[in-house]
């Protein structure tokens, strides 16, 4: 399928995006009409979906790692002098994230279930 084939480098891509935002100097952060809240979570919300989606026998793994990953992307803004690290800032990334790996797990479930109905 060719969804299948984009699914792994457009999660890896995303994943990126988010670390250089997240760790860049606070003027290249984009900015939107939303609170950063909202921002944070539809970001890693995002990211989970899209790997959950190409990886999808491994949702768990996903999500445990995207977890970390937030605590550890957001431990890295000590790093910048503009940039602070703060615990609320990272869970809310880790429930954007386990938001989108859920639904990205329901959305495999679906397909799966659509594919052995055919």
Same mark, same amino acid.
């Given at each position: ?8 480098? @457009?999660?890896? @891509? @995303?994943?990126?995006a988010i ?8 003027? @290249? ?10 921002? *944070? ?44 690290? *703060? ?32």
């Amino acid at each position: 399928m060719t969804a299948d084939k984009f699914s792994k480098p @457009l999660a890896w @891509l @995303l994943l990126a995006a988010i670390i250089f935002v997240t760790v860049s100097p606070i003027g @290249l952060r984009p900015h939107t009409v939303t609170s950063v809240n909202i921002d *944070r979570a539809l970001a890693y919300m995002v990211v989970g979906l899209a790997f959950a989606v190409a990886y999808p026998k491994h949702w768990m793994t996903v999500a445990l790692l995207l977890i970390a990953g937030a605590v550890f992307i957001e431990y890295l803004q000590y790093l910048s002098p503009t940039r602070h690290a *703060r615990l609320h800032d990272a869970a809310v990334k880790a429930v954007g994230a386990t938001v989108g790996v859920a639904i990205g797990s329901l959305f495999n479930r679906v397909r799966a279930a659509k594919a052995n109905a055919s």
